[in-house]
């Protein structure tokens, strides 16, 4: 296989955090699309899937059960607690990279 060559994978292969498979088929299918097809560069891809993992990680700690319960002011609002603790999570990328990440699956993808 070339290295210009996309490799095929399957999204049974692409592990979603709970809340996303919780939420249907669709929504898991979204999720899968949204890594695979708009992110075109490695580093985004896995940049944005830590940040998204972490505020949903975040969500259900604040009592959040259905991810269509999130929007864009509970995305605000882990940001904000992100600039108050400062946890060795929030010092791995910048907030708006966090944030970028974060709204753009939410508005675009699942609640949009």
Not at 19 to 36: Q, V, Y
Not at 64 to 82: C, F, G, N, P, R
Not at 88 to 100: G, K, L, N, V
């Amino acid at each position: 296989m070339w290295d210009s060559e996309l490799a095929v994978v399957s999204i049974d292969s692409f592990l979603a955090p709970a809340l996303i498979t919780r939420a249907g088929p669709s929504t898991r299918k979204k999720f899968f699309e949204f890594f695979t097809v708009p992110i075109r560069n490695a580093h985004t891809r896995a940049a944005y899937y830590r940040a998204i993992e972490q505020s949903i990680s975040w969500c259900k700690r604040a009592g959040y059960q259905d991810l269509e319960d999130i929007e864009a002011i509970t995305v605000a609002a882990y940001i904000e607690t992100l600039q108050l603790v400062r946890t060795d999570a929030a010092r791995d990328s910048p907030h708006s990279f966090r944030a970028t990440g974060i709204t753009s699956f939410l508005e675009n993808d699942v609640n949009g």
